[in-house]
């Protein structure tokens, strides 16, 4: 591993001096409640620059760390946000700014969700209250956002093929400087990290990877993988580092208990250093120590990033660690949102109000989220066909199949980080007679885009895609945005495309495209629904066909404009329409509001019965690009293939300008 010649910290740290402080590491503080006021962090607050650690002694580090993980915990009070996997890290983050000399020395993290100790630790503070925030920090790495950020990510599995692309491109021009990637176990299952680590091999490239293994990724590790490092930690032994760099196979020291190891129960025999799956491959591996550990991770990377080619360097680390209740819960950890503003004298006046409210109203049930909609249908279709099978690539809790993993073990499929495996795999269940539903983020169905087209939609195989996460996510960011999907899903062959306005309407256009035979999918957004309820027994609805959700103002108005609203987007035009026709009285126009339901196919027929009936203005809402999205299959159709595409050049021009007035109307009316 070649280091930077500019390094202060070039040399190996002496053995003495970690012997004499490795006792520190037992100190640190074990945290029960967030605080609401910003903790006292004297060490921290004299950070602004990664180079200020550079005179910390290794007890300070110790100190260090505890504050860091207060402030986080603070932090996380105030904005919200990922939660368990920052906690993680805190020692990691710390030990790596203090050895490595970044920004020229670079930090490579996947996924990036664990981050925030990064951020702390490298100017930005107290802008992190501002995370996932309008005009405050990103919730992941962005180069645009520090220096310190690397690579922008957000997609796992991504750090190794970018750590090594910088490693060659610095090897070419000459440059000593250490790349460092930090990956997940969760992570570590995508195949892109396999295809680069085999590539690093072949390139003899200097690359640190070092893996942050806590058995988890949003939920538990799952599979072979897994499995392997499971059987590494229980062998009893490690791979230790040498002060020359050597790996040296020894009894491996007493750790805290990994308790969540504990469920792979399959006895094992110990594993000589041929059986590691990383070395068979061709990196030096050193490991598993204890990611919490300060001096021990000072020691070993410190070495480590020493040692030429590729180098892994093994920890086991606990997904919300410090914090009790995440470390006893850290699926339900991974993320929190912030904490109310808690006000005595106000809360009581609304507590009392609320009860009032109570005694005054009906009880009402909470709208349900879109993930429960699915995770409903799927367990009640379920019992009552037996040829489903659910596929997953690690997103069990997201998508909302928890109680069909737990009720129909047989016929759930969790894959882990592996989408193109994902919807390979069931492509291969089609055909043998299965009817397969992948559930799957729109962002992350991006990833097995050529196994869409390649092996499902070319051979039109019986796959009905459930896609959550549709249009914009708000605090996710940009990376986790799903508005790309009806443009790469829209051209595929033989695809059918399903946008539900309500909950009531995504059930059952998931049982309608459930009992199409061909490859189906229906796209949903995040969170919660209008609060429709879900009408038994399931129906099916005929495909490609729209409905008109209303008619407003005068039928002999001269101005008749149509409202084509695409998926939740019906709720807002109706809005908007009532809007314009109740608040304006001098415009003389009918609106009818138009529940597309389909973006493929799509309802020509009624485009055309709207041309036919005069209506002279026509606008599509949709949270979607603009380029490629259900609107632009709408003017493909009037402009290619409609008889009134004479008229499509006004419709076209007008359109922009209602969707602008639609959108004043709503701000005046809200």
Request: negative net charge; charged residues 20%; glycine residues 8%.
């Given at each position: 591993?070649?280091?930077s010649p500019h390094s202060p910290k070039s040399q190996s740290l002496s053995t003495s001096v970690l012997d004499s402080a490795a006792q520190l590491s037992s100190l640190q503080q074990t945290y029960t409640v967030i605080p609401r006021v910003r903790p006292h962090t004297?060490?921290?607050?004299?950070?602004?620059?990664?180079?200020?650690?550079?005179?910390?002694?290794?007890?300070?580090?110790?100190?260090?760390?505890?504050?860091?993980?207060?402030?986080?915990?603070?932090?996380?009070?105030?904005?919200?946000?990922?939660?368990?996997?920052?906690?993680?890290?805190?020692?990691?983050?710390?030990?790596?700014?203090?050895?490595?000399?970044?920004?020229?020395?670079?930090?490579?993290?996947?996924?990036?969700?664990?981050?925030?100790?990064?951020?702390?630790?490298?100017?930005?503070?107290?802008?992190?209250?501002?995370?996932?925030?309008?005009?405050?920090?990103?919730?992941?790495?962005?180069?645009?956002?520090?220096?310190?950020?690397?690579?922008?990510?957000?997609?796992?599995?991504?750090?190794?093929?970018?750590?090594?692309?910088?490693?060659?491109?610095?090897?070419?021009?000459?440059?000593?400087?250490?790349?460092?990637?930090?990956?997940?176990?969760?992570?570590?299952?995508?195949?892109?990290?396999?295809?680069?680590?085999?590539?690093?091999?072949?390139?003899?490239?200097?690359?640190?990877?070092?893996?942050?293994?806590?058995?988890?990724?949003?939920?538990?590790?799952?599979?072979?993988?897994?499995?392997?490092?499971?059987?590494?930690?229980?062998?009893?032994?490690?791979?230790?580092?040498?002060?020359?760099?050597?790996?040296?196979?020894?009894?491996?020291?007493?750790?805290?208990?990994?308790?969540?190891?504990?469920?792979?129960?399959?006895?094992?025999?110990v594993p000589q250093l041929e059986d590691n799956l990383f070395k068979a491959i061709g990196f030096t591996y050193f490991g598993p120590f204890d990611g919490h550990n300060i001096p021990e991770l000072l020691r070993v990377l410190s070495l480590a990033k020493q040692v030429?080619?590729?180098?892994?360097?093994?920890?086991?680390?606990?997904?919300?660690?410090?914090?009790?209740?995440?470390?006893?819960?850290?699926?339900?950890?991974?993320?929190?949102?912030?904490?109310?503003?808690?006000?005595?004298?106000?809360?009581?006046?609304?507590?009392?109000?609320?009860?009032?409210?109570?005694?005054?109203?009906?009880?009402?049930?909470?709208?349900?989220?879109?993930?429960q909609v699915f995770g409903q249908f799927l367990c009640d279709k379920a019992a009552e066909d037996d040829k489903l099978l659910a596929v997953t690539p690690a997103m069990e809790e997201g998508s909302g199949m928890t109680d069909f993993a737990r009720h129909f073990p047989?016929?759930?499929?969790?894959?882990?980080?592996?989408?193109?495996?994902?919807?390979?795999?069931?492509?291969?269940?089609?055909?043998?007679?299965?009817?397969?539903?992948?559930?799957?983020?729109?962002?992350?169905?991006?990833?097995?885009?050529?196994?869409?087209?390649?092996?499902?939609?070319?051979?039109?195989?019986?796959?009905?895609?459930?896609?959550?996460?549709?249009?914009?996510?708000?605090?996710?960011?940009?990376?986790?945005?799903?508005?790309?999907?009806?443009?790469?899903?829209?051209?595929?062959?033989?695809?059918?495309?399903?946008?539900?306005?309500?909950?009531?309407?995504?059930?059952?256009?998931?049982?309608?495209?459930?009992?199409?035979?061909?490859?189906?999918?229906?796209?949903?957004?995040?969170?919660?629904?209008?609060?429709?309820?879900?009408?038994?027994?399931?129906?099916?609805?005929?495909?490609?066909?729209?409905?008109?959700?209303?008619?407003?103002?005068?039928?002999?108005?001269?101005?008749?404009?149509?409202?084509?609203?695409?998926?939740?987007?019906?709720?807002?035009?109706?809005?908007?329409?009532?809007?314009?026709?109740?608040?304006?009285?001098?415009?003389?126009?009918?609106?009818?509001?138009?529940?597309?339901?389909?973006?493929?196919?799509?309802?020509?027929?009624?485009?055309?019965?709207?041309?036919?009936?005069?209506?002279?203005?026509?606008?599509?809402?949709?949270?979607?690009?603009?380029?490629?999205?259900?609107?632009?299959?709408?003017?493909?159709?009037?402009?290619?293939?409609?008889?009134?595409?004479?008229?499509?050049?006004?419709?076209?021009?007008?359109?922009?300008?209602?969707?602008?007035?639609?959108?004043?109307?709503?701000?005046?009316?809200?």
């Amino acid at each position: 591993m070649q280091q930077s010649p500019h390094s202060p910290k070039s040399q190996s740290l002496s053995t003495s001096v970690l012997d004499s402080a490795a006792q520190l590491s037992s100190l640190q503080q074990t945290y029960t409640v967030i605080p609401r006021v910003r903790p006292h962090t004297p060490l921290l607050d004299a950070i602004d620059t990664p180079t200020d650690l550079s005179t910390f002694s290794t007890a300070k580090l110790i100190t260090l760390a505890d504050e860091l993980r207060l402030f986080l915990l603070y932090s996380a009070g105030q904005s919200g946000g990922h939660f368990g996997a920052n906690l993680g890290v805190v020692e990691l983050t710390i030990v790596l700014h203090y050895l490595l000399d970044t920004p020229q020395d670079q930090i490579v993290w996947d996924v990036g969700h664990q981050a925030y100790a990064h951020k702390v630790l490298t100017g930005r503070r107290e802008q992190l209250g501002t995370i996932r925030s309008k005009d405050g920090l990103t919730a992941f790495p962005e180069r645009a956002e520090s220096v310190y950020d690397t690579f922008g990510v957000g997609h796992s599995s991504t750090s190794i093929s970018a750590g090594l692309g910088m490693s060659l491109a610095l090897r070419y021009q000459g440059r000593e400087q250490t790349v460092a990637c930090v990956i997940g176990d969760g992570a570590m299952t995508g195949g892109m990290a396999f295809e680069a680590m085999n590539d690093a091999v072949q390139q003899d490239a200097d690359l640190l990877v070092i893996l942050n293994d806590n058995d988890m990724s949003i939920s538990c590790s799952i599979g072979g993988f897994s499995r392997h490092l499971a059987m590494l930690w229980e062998s009893g032994y490690q791979v230790d580092i040498s002060e020359s760099g050597e790996p040296v196979l020894c009894h491996r020291p007493d750790m805290q208990a990994f308790d969540r190891r504990k469920r792979h129960k399959e006895m094992r025999d110990v594993p000589q250093l041929e059986d590691n799956l990383f070395k068979a491959i061709g990196f030096t591996y050193f490991g598993p120590f204890d990611g919490h550990n300060i001096p021990e991770l000072l020691r070993v990377l410190s070495l480590a990033k020493q040692v030429k080619g590729p180098v892994l360097v093994h920890i086991y680390t606990t997904k919300g660690k410090g914090f009790a209740p995440a470390e006893l819960d850290p699926v339900g950890y991974h993320a929190i949102s912030k904490l109310p503003v808690e006000n005595h004298k106000e809360h009581e006046a609304s507590k009392a109000n609320s009860i009032d409210q109570l005694k005054k109203q009906p009880s009402t049930k909470p709208a349900l989220k879109y993930s429960q909609v699915f995770g409903q249908f799927l367990c009640d279709k379920a019992a009552e066909d037996d040829k489903l099978l659910a596929v997953t690539p690690a997103m069990e809790e997201g998508s909302g199949m928890t109680d069909f993993a737990r009720h129909f073990p047989e016929r759930f499929f969790d894959v882990a980080i592996a989408e193109q495996h994902a919807v390979t795999l069931a492509a291969g269940m089609a055909t043998q007679g299965i009817k397969p539903i992948v559930a799957i983020y729109s962002t992350f169905l991006q990833r097995g885009y050529d196994q869409l087209i390649h092996d499902v939609a070319l051979q039109n195989l019986d796959v009905m895609f459930a896609i959550d996460r549709a249009g914009l996510v708000g605090e996710d960011g940009a990376t986790h945005a799903g508005v790309f999907d009806f443009g790469f899903l829209r051209c595929v062959p033989n695809m059918v495309i399903a946008a539900p306005k309500d909950e009531n309407e995504c059930y059952h256009l998931l049982n309608t495209c459930y009992e199409y035979s061909g490859c189906t999918a229906v796209r949903y957004p995040r969170g919660t629904g209008t609060g429709a309820d879900i009408k038994q027994p399931a129906q099916t609805y005929k495909v490609g066909e729209a409905v008109v959700e209303s008619v407003l103002g005068k039928a002999n108005a001269p101005y008749k404009l149509a409202l084509l609203a695409f998926g939740t987007m019906v709720a807002t035009a109706q809005q908007a329409a009532e809007s314009l026709i109740n608040n304006d009285v001098a415009l003389d126009c009918q609106i009818q509001v138009v529940n597309m339901r389909w973006v493929k196919p799509l309802d020509t027929a009624m485009l055309e019965t709207l041309l036919a009936q005069g209506v002279t203005h026509i606008a599509t809402l949709e949270e979607h690009m603009i380029m490629g999205g259900a609107g632009s299959a709408v003017n493909e159709y009037l402009l290619n293939e409609s008889a009134a595409s004479r008229e499509i050049v006004q419709l076209l021009l007008i359109s922009v300008f209602l969707i602008a007035l639609l959108l004043t109307a709503l701000k005046q009316s809200s």
